[in-house]
């Protein structure tokens, strides 16, 4: 009789050797032992579709909860020769706990899971990072997304249905963006605008997302979003004045430079933006009042200087096609006209100077100021210019 016991015992357990779910127990017990690869092995050859039985497997939640113990592991290991056995551990392990998640309709693995999980998002954020150090900005895209994605689950929401990683969206953004995944980078930041993360610096990425993408009408629409929640923010008009400059939309430009100078009136940068907006319209003497303002705010601001004395220059050289027009038999009426000419340039050289004070080596600086002396008869001045210029 116990002979009969015995033998009805061993078949049993061969029997449940042989059994497909033995495999599973089976890989998970060698996964534990440090067997990695035999595990790995073992695992595939369980819910390998050719093999008899297999349905038992592949419907099995359990099967792909091990599943993604072992591709963890993987992923974990420091050992070479294990880590070759898959290119992304992490998205297998991700993919079969959501196979697990799926197949598990009664919610039995729930508890099992959610740590799984919480562990795998901390294994998918040293991924992400280390990928984006080494500016494999792809991959960390694709790792910050699974972590969205886990996030996302009913069994990891309902503890807290509400929160938003925006840690993790922001980094996603970034390495969208650095990606040249322009789109996804676009989507990413509207998220977080729509939870206020980075206020106002949020819309400005947008509308350079959208720039890089070349869509300057999705760009000035994020920048105008922004503006009317932001209205005192001066990096969203900034922005705004800076792509309507670049649209060549002067009236626009315009509109929201006044906002912009109301707001931060000794800005240097915009009476100079605004300076250069009058001077292509011909309001020459608001471009002088805006050019002077850009000065008295910053008293080295090269470029405000620079623009004053090439504009009175310029007037200097107009009054000058305006004498040559006088006929010569009107030598006296002629004279009086080239006279006009040189109060323009009288006006210009201190600017002049004054730029060359601030970079002595500014090529344009000193031909402009060659001629100035030349024409305003300063030969001494003029000579030194010729020496500095090694003509």
């Given at each position: 009789?116990?002979?009969?016991?015995?033998l009805?015992?061993?078949?049993?357990?061969?029997f449940?050797?042989?059994?497909?779910?033995?495999?599973?127990?089976?890989?998970?017990?060698?996964?534990d032992?440090?067997?990695?690869?035999?595990?790995f092995?073992?695992?595939?050859?369980?819910?390998?579709?050719?093999?008899?039985?297999?349905?038992?497997?592949?419907?099995?939640?359990?099967?792909?909860?091990?599943?993604?113990?072992?591709?963890?592991?993987?992923?974990?290991?420091?050992?070479?020769?294990i880590?070759?056995?898959?290119?992304?551990?992490?998205?297998?392990?991700?993919?079969?706990?959501?196979?697990?998640?799926?197949?598990?309709?009664?919610?039995?693995?729930?508890?099992?899971?959610k740590?799984?999980?919480?562990?795998l998002?901390?294994?998918?954020?040293?991924?992400?990072?280390?990928?984006?150090?080494?500016?494999?900005?792809?991959?960390?895209?694709?790792?910050?997304?699974?972590?969205?994605?886990?996030q996302?689950?009913?069994i990891?929401?309902?503890?807290?249905?509400?929160a938003?990683?925006?840690?993790i969206?922001?980094?996603?953004?970034?390495?969208?963006?650095?990606?040249?995944?322009y789109?996804?980078?676009?989507?990413?930041?509207?998220?977080?605008?729509?939870?206020?993360?980075?206020?106002?610096?949020?819309?400005?990425?947008?509308?350079?997302?959208?720039?890089?993408?070349?869509d300057?009408?999705?760009?000035?629409?994020?920048?105008?979003?922004?503006?009317?929640?932001?209205?005192?923010?001066?990096?969203?008009?900034?922005?705004?004045i800076?792509?309507?400059?670049?649209?060549?939309?002067?009236?626009?430009?315009?509109?929201?430079?006044?906002?912009?100078?109301?707001?931060?009136?000794?800005?240097?940068?915009?009476?100079?933006?605004?300076?250069t907006?009058?001077?292509?319209?011909?309001?020459?003497?608001n471009?002088?009042?805006?050019?002077?303002?850009?000065?008295?705010?910053?008293?080295?601001?090269?470029n405000?200087?620079?623009?004053?004395?090439?504009l009175?220059?310029?007037?200097?050289?107009?009054?000058?096609?305006?004498?040559?027009?006088?006929?010569t038999?009107?030598n006296?009426?002629?004279?009086?006209?080239?006279?006009?000419?040189?109060?323009?340039?009288?006006?210009?050289?201190p600017?002049?100077?004054?730029?060359?004070?601030?970079?002595?080596?500014d090529?344009?600086?000193?031909?402009?100021?060659?001629?100035?002396?030349?024409?305003?008869?300063?030969?001494?001045?003029?000579?030194?210019?010729?020496?500095?210029?090694?003509?």
């Open positions: 009789m116990r002979k009969i016991i015995f009805l015992n061993l078949v049993l357990i061969i449940a050797g042989c059994s497909p779910r033995a495999k599973v127990t089976s890989s998970q017990t060698l996964k032992s440090g067997k990695l690869e035999q595990a092995n073992t695992i595939n050859e369980a819910i390998d579709p050719g093999n008899e039985n297999a349905d038992k497997v592949l419907n099995w939640p359990r099967t792909w909860e091990i599943r993604g113990e072992i591709f963890q592991a993987i992923f974990q290991s420091e050992d070479e020769k880590q070759k056995l898959s290119d992304e551990p992490l998205t297998e392990a991700f993919n079969s706990y959501k196979k697990a998640l799926e197949l598990d309709d009664k919610g039995r693995s729930n508890n099992s899971l740590v799984k999980l919480t562990l998002t901390n294994d998918l954020t040293n991924q992400a990072v280390k990928a984006f150090n080494d500016a494999n900005y792809a991959k960390a895209l694709t790792s910050f997304e699974q972590i969205l994605d886990i996302s689950l009913d990891v929401k309902e503890d807290n249905p509400n938003i990683d925006t840690v969206l922001y980094h996603a953004e970034l390495a969208a963006y650095n990606a040249e995944n789109a996804k980078a676009i989507n990413y930041y509207k998220e977080s605008a729509k939870y206020e993360y980075g206020g106002a610096k949020t819309y400005g990425l947008i509308a350079t997302a959208y720039q890089m993408n070349k300057t009408v999705g760009a000035l629409g994020a920048l105008q979003e922004g503006f009317e929640k932001y209205p005192n923010d001066n990096v969203i008009l900034t922005s705004m800076q792509l309507y400059l670049d649209l060549k939309k002067t009236e626009d430009a315009m509109k929201y430079l006044d906002m912009a100078i109301k707001q931060d009136p000794d800005n240097a940068t915009f009476h100079f933006a605004q300076g907006l009058y001077e292509k319209i011909d309001q020459m003497d471009a002088v009042t805006s050019y002077t303002k850009a000065i008295n705010s910053d008293k080295e601001f090269f405000a200087y620079y623009n004053l004395g090439a009175y220059y310029n007037e200097g050289v107009k009054q000058i096609d305006v004498a040559n027009t006088i006929p038999s009107d006296t009426r002629y004279q009086a006209e080239l006279a006009k000419a040189d109060e323009w340039f009288k006006k210009s050289l600017y002049m100077e004054k730029c060359h004070e601030l970079d002595a080596t090529k344009m600086t000193m031909e402009s100021l060659k001629n100035l002396y030349y024409r305003l008869k300063d030969m001494d001045n003029y000579n030194k210019m010729l020496e500095k210029l090694d003509q």
